[in-house]
């Protein structure tokens, strides 16, 4: 909602609202609440919500579905999604979810140690990964189909 200072207040309710609708909010069920009052999927979804007024070029989201179930999770990044295709803008996702970032990532870069080891499309990154770094990364993944070897782990 850039230059939303200058705008009458019944416009800038109608905005708001608009942008509640998006994320599947109802604006007059928010107002009067305090965030604690709010489930984490709420906030979250209310956040997007901001996001959709100020409408940015880029927008950096660190961990955007931690700390929410799994059902939450989906329809968030769902949102960003649409978000972005209907914006054009760009995300910067920061996660440690290696498959989040397959899912939702046109390019990938993996750091270890506050430096890039590996780049690329997130099919050659997570596919035919090169560093030694990211193959463990993806060799960390549990994996349903297969017995676990939690050998390697301390307690």
Not at 3 to 32: D, S, W, Y
Not at 52 to 70: G, N, R, V, Y
Not at 104 to 121: A, H, K, L, P, Q
Request: proline share 4%.
């Amino acid at each position: 909602m850039r230059g939303g200072r200058r705008l009458p207040k019944q416009k800038k309710i109608e905005l708001m609202e608009e942008a509640c609708r998006f994320v599947n909010l109802e604006f007059h069920e928010l107002t009067n609440k305090y965030p604690f009052e709010l489930s984490g999927g709420q906030q979250q979804r209310l956040m997007i919500a901001r996001i959709f007024l100020l409408k940015p070029d880029i927008l950096l989201a660190d961990e955007p579905t931690s700390m929410i179930d799994a059902c939450s999770r989906a329809t968030i990044l769902d949102m960003l999604l649409n978000l972005r295709d209907e914006t054009g803008m760009t995300i910067i996702f920061i996660t440690h979810d290696i498959g989040l970032a397959y899912y939702i990532s046109d390019t990938v870069y993996i750091m270890e140690n506050g430096r890039f080891v590996e780049s690329g499309t997130a099919d050659e990154v997570i596919l035919n990964p090169k560093a030694e770094y990211t193959k463990r990364l993806i060799d960390d993944v549990p994996k349903i189909y297969e017995e676990w070897d939690l050998s390697t782990v301390e307690l």
